[in-house]
């Protein structure tokens, strides 16, 4: 039979250096490219299946699918993703030792419900927590299936919640997880209490930052006067004619404040609303106003605190 890398899940192989697989021992339990990337955190180019791909594999399959997002990634493109699925499915906020513990978890979802009109369950788990609302042997079987693929955006944390299911049913197996995207690239099936359970590659998305969240993220309040500039890792400006309120929800990045106003095209802002910045958070943007910023690719929502 053949052997998968507990990395990547590609088939092991010891005859083609280039090709993904290759070992120089089939005895090993990880390729090389894994070996490297586990010893060494070195990243090789990968072959990624593309979103479509996936979606277009997946749809094919039956079972329940738990896609898990962090609620830092959070966007109208990911959201999207998850809504391509046809399978029975549940939408699960990972990582959420990064929410503050004041943030109540049905508040979100009512929220969430309702900006992105999502009409399937949503529950929360963090994997460094230990912790999971949601048992996903048991909500399979419910649903009367015997099969369920953790799925998600790269980097959400699939496969650390593999890694915690497993050791929690006495099974001494290890997937590999890493801070680099695209680390799992297969389905990787795995059989925990008469279920399958599937790892798989994550779906790709615009992500600005690389950097991943580490610990509660901390919300920063300011009080801005008129023609203030937020400058964000010293690239990306708004710039506010007006004087405001806002909350950044942002991922390891530096802000400047700078009484200057840019030029630029100009972007009208609800009362109470987040300005949404992929990869990077969000900044919450208390009074209605217009904006000049640089950042393209961002999405306006309506904010958690209305609710
Ligand atoms: N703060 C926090 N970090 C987590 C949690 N779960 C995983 N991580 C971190 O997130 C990073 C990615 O974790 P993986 O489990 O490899 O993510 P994945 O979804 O399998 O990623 P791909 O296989 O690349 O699609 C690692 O650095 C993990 O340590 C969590 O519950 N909280
Ligand atoms: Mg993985």
Known sequence: ??????????????????????????????????????????????????????????????????????????????????????????????????????????????????????????????????????????????????????????????????????????????????KEKNTTLRFMKFMIDDIAVYDTPGFTYYNMNSSLPNGEIKPLSYNLKQASTIIINNDLYLSFKEANKIVCYLNNVSIKKEYKEQIGVEIKIPQNSDLVIPGLGFINIKEECMIVTNINNYEIRSSLSEE
């Open 1 to 178: 039979m053949n052997k998968i890398c507990y990395g990547c899940g590609i088939t092991l192989q010891n005859t083609n250096k280039d090709a993904l697989g290759y070992t120089p021992k089939l005895t090993n339990d990880l390729c090389e490219r894994c070996f490297r990337l586990k010893h060494y955190g070195e990243v090789k180019e990968n072959d990624l299946i593309s979103n479509a791909d996936l979606i277009k594999t997946i749809n094919k399959r039956k079972g329940v699918v738990f896609f898990l997002i962090d609620f830092l990634n959070i966007n109208e493109e990911n959201i999207n993703i998850f809504k391509s699925i046809k399978l029975p499915k549940v939408l699960l906020i990972s990582k959420c030792d990064i929410l503050r513990k004041e943030m109540k978890y049905s508040k979100i979802s009512n929220w969430l419900k309702k900006v992105y009109n999502i009409t399937s369950e949503i529950s929360y788990c963090s994997s460094i927590a230990h912790f999971s609302k949601i048992n996903i042997l048991k909500y399979t079987a419910k649903l009367g299936y015997n099969t369920c693929f953790l799925m998600g955006i790269t980097n959400a944390g699939k496969s650390t919640f593999l890694n915690n299911l497993l050791k929690d049913n006495n099974i001494k197996k290890e997937v590999l997880t890493s």
